[in-house]
């Protein structure tokens, strides 16, 4: 294929990194793809079924951590850009595993910046044209207070164009220049391959980007994060098991919106630059398990309140962090994104896809995450 650009999209094949391979297959045909992913528990090639016959799309089996391999498929592909999102991404599995988080989000992060550093150095154009966009989270930047007080709907509104009636549950949230303060494993991993990225441009001039996101959800996301594990639960009728007293912030984006953002920001961001992504959408853990309790009971066809009593209050998770929320206002002002849909809409198409997708939903939850899921929470 002679294609315009070659992008080496890392992760591609997990939840996030899916959705940004589908957007880019499909609206850039002329793009060549090469999407690297090890295919970990969370990386599942039936999130990409739709593309497998799809000429632009190519599909390597790797880890990120073989420094020589990446080098060699950048340098076979003529790689110009990369979209790095192959991560170790639960917060619980790092508190049981930091090692496993530090050597492929670090150690994978540095092999691909090297790899790409050495491939593209050696180039007549050198880094012209080039760019490396580094997909991060907002959990680096710590936990925020939660003032709302406890019972209390949130007492705060935002005053970001897009979310002028939406409520929040503090009045800080988390700027591109909130200094980094990450608390969990998972975190504190995502923060240092952040400081590498940062690094690599500082020292070496390499185009980098790196953009903190918030929260999301929708299709294709492995059920052992809070809103496919939930779904699922409720139309088994299992425990829905809510750490600590449910009081705890999150900021949800449909995940679309991200990949939009990601879409834009690769063509668009300007080198160096950080850009945080969230929709000024706070939940506490409890208001939103009611939501989807409801969602799926009326779905289902179940009465009102049906699968309220599977909520079950357990231990509190190590380290918890209160509260997350972004603020979105350089992306908005600099790039002109808005997410695309409301919280009531996005969580109406979440719900509805996992009910009908429950072959993909078995098919995960029949091998090795039954035995995770067990461990953590039946004999927790
Ligand atoms: P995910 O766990 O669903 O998918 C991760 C993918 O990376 C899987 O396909 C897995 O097989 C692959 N992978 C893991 N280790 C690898 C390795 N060593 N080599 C190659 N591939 C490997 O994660 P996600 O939720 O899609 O998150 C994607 C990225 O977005 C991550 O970097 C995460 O930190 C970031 N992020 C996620 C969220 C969220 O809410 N899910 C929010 C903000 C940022
Ligand atoms: P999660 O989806 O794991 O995302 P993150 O920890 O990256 O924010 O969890 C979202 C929130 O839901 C978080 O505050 C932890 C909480 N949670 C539960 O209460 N019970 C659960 O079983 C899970 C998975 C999460």
Redesign the pocket.
Known sequence: MNAKRTILITGGAGFIGSHVVRLFVNKYPEYRIINVDKLTYAGNLANLEDLKDAPNHVFVKADICDYDRMKALMEEYDVDGIIHLAAES???RSIRDPFTFARTNVMGTLSLLQAARLCWEVRPEGYEGKRFYHISTD?VYGALELTCPEGMDSPFTTTASSAEHHHAYGEDFFLESTKYDPHSP?SASKASSDHFVRAYHDTYGMPTIVTNCS?NYGPYQFP????P??INNIRQGKPL????K?E?V?DWLYVEDHARAIDLIFHQGKVAETYNIGGFNEWK?IDIIKVIIATVDRLLGNPEGHSLPLITYITD?AG??LR?AIDSRKLQAELGWEPSLQFEEGIEKTVLWYLDHQDWMDHITSGEYVKYYEEMYINR
Do not use: A, M
């Open positions: 639960h917060v619980d959990e998972y929260n052992e994060k809070l809103i594990l939930f098991p809510v750490y600590g449910g705890n999150r853990n998770r918890h962090d997350y």
